[in-house]
T-cell receptor, first 113, second 109 residues
Framework: NAGVTQTPKFRILKIGQSMTLQCAQD?????MYWYRQDPGMGLKLIYY???????DKGEVPNGYNVSRSTTEDFPLRLELAAPSQTSVYFC????????????FGDGTRLSIL | EDQVTQSPEALRLQEGESSSLNCSYT??????LFWYRQDPGKGPEFLFT???AGEEKEKERLKATLTKKESFLHITAPKPEDSATYLC??????????FGPGTRLSVLP
């Protein structure tokens, strides 16, 4: 029973490099989300998707991009990594509408040096 | 602006010492209030959803309640394994979930 799977678990990037954080869910959920979590702060929504081919910005989208070509996958792309993007990134999926609870992966811990 | 705050920031209890965590929200058009538990190095784990004022949900030593402005997570006779960060989140009709910063609970044996 995999649920939401995120890869990689840890990554160190140099300033200016790019990378893609992978997220896959096997619960056939329409809704998927990307958050970042900084120490002492709540989860901040980066992007979300209500279904394949549909994405929208959340509270903190600058410096990130997403795509949703299938129901299962929702990758997050970081272009030109900056130290401010050092954080823990969580992917979540959540049912058929925004009133359903979200189920989270175990996160990707990203450091930009 | 939609906002969720939680108090206290951290709470230390002795095993068996009951207490409550607070979640205050200002959300236009609340659809649901969610409680999650987060262990170190892990993603949040869903506990409860509350949809309307007066609603209560229980699971083992935890009980969540909801008013028009706040939600409480009551912990009865906690055990050390209840130690975690507890997050609450509010969803609105704009597809958004707004998370609070969490309460770090430590239960000492």
């Amino acid at each position: 029973n995999a649920g939401v799977t995120q890869t990689p678990k840890f990554r160190i990037l140099k300033i200016g490099q790019s990378m893609t954080l992978q997220c896959a869910q096997d619960m056939n959920h329409n809704y998927m989300y990307w958050y970042r979590q900084d120490p002492g702060m709540g989860l901040k929504l980066i992007y979300y998707s209500v279904g394949a081919g549909i994405t929208d910005k959340g509270e903190v989208p600058n410096g990130y991009n997403v795509s949703r070509s299938t129901t299962e996958d929702f990758p997050l792309r970081l272009e030109l990594a900056a130290p401010s993007q050092t954080s823990v990134y969580f992917c979540a999926s959540g049912g058929q509408n925004s009133n359903q609870p979200q189920h989270f992966g175990d996160g990707t811990r990203l450091s930009i040096l | 602006e939609d906002q969720v705050t939680q108090s206290p920031e951290a709470l230390r209890l002795q095993e068996g010492e009951s207490s409550s965590l607070n979640c205050s929200y200002t959300v236009s058009g609340l659809r649901g209030l969610f409680w999650y538990r987060q262990d170190p190095g892990k993603g949040p784990e869903f506990l409860f959803t509350l949809y309307s004022a007066g609603e209560e949900k229980e699971k083992e030593r935890l009980k969540a309640t909801l008013t028009k402005k706040e939600s409480f997570l009551h912990i009865t006779a906690p055990k050390p394994e209840d130690s975690a960060t507890y997050l609450c989140a509010a969803s609105n009709y704009g597809q958004n979930f707004v998370f609070g910063p969490g309460t770090r609970l430590s239960v000492l044996p």
